[in-house]
């Protein structure tokens, strides 16, 4: 017949707890320390050039959509559906600056580059200069978009 007496030691017993209970330990402490003042700033925190530069995103893809239009590439309508696509993320990259004090936050900030991208995708598409995607051997390239 068995016997039901656990056959480990107390002491086998303390070290195991031990040894599970310090990373433990250690992740709690990790997830609420408090910052000092040398300690790095979160990404949101981050006052960098983020409204200069998608400012300046913003008015490179409109220098394109001027230039494609006058090098007659992109019909009237074409042009002024991505200049108002242009146009509103500039008003929303201002509007997002205004209500953080002149900072835009990691997450719109790559959201608005992010749509902005998309224009500048689709303009690149409409002037036949986006790359294509695929072998040929399926009987053509793709465009990417």
Known sequence: MRSFTPKTSLRTATLTAFLIAVPL?????????????LDATD??????????ALTAQVQGVRQGI??????????PAVAERLEMR????GQAAEKV????????????YH???????NVDQRLMI???SGFLI??????GNYPNG
Do not use: C, F, W
């Not at 990404?43 to 200069?52: F, K, L, N």
């Not at 600056?97 to 719109?108: E, L, V």
């Not at 959201?111 to 991208?117: E, I, K, S, Y």
């Open 134 to 139: 695929g072998d040929g051997s399926d009987g």
């Open 25 to 37: 330990a250690g992740a709690y402490a990790a997830g609420h320390h408090n910052k000092g003042a």
């Open 111 to 117: 959201d608005l580059l992010r749509r902005l991208d």
């Open 66 to 75: 001027v230039d494609a239009r006058q090098a007659n590439n992109i019909t």
């Open 43 to 52: 990404p949101t925190d981050m006052t960098g050039p983020r409204v200069e």
């Open 86 to 89: 242009t146009a509103h993320i």
């Open 97 to 108: 600056a205004a209500s953080y004090h002149g900072r835009i936050p990691a997450a719109q």
């Open 126 to 128: 409409d002037t036949g």
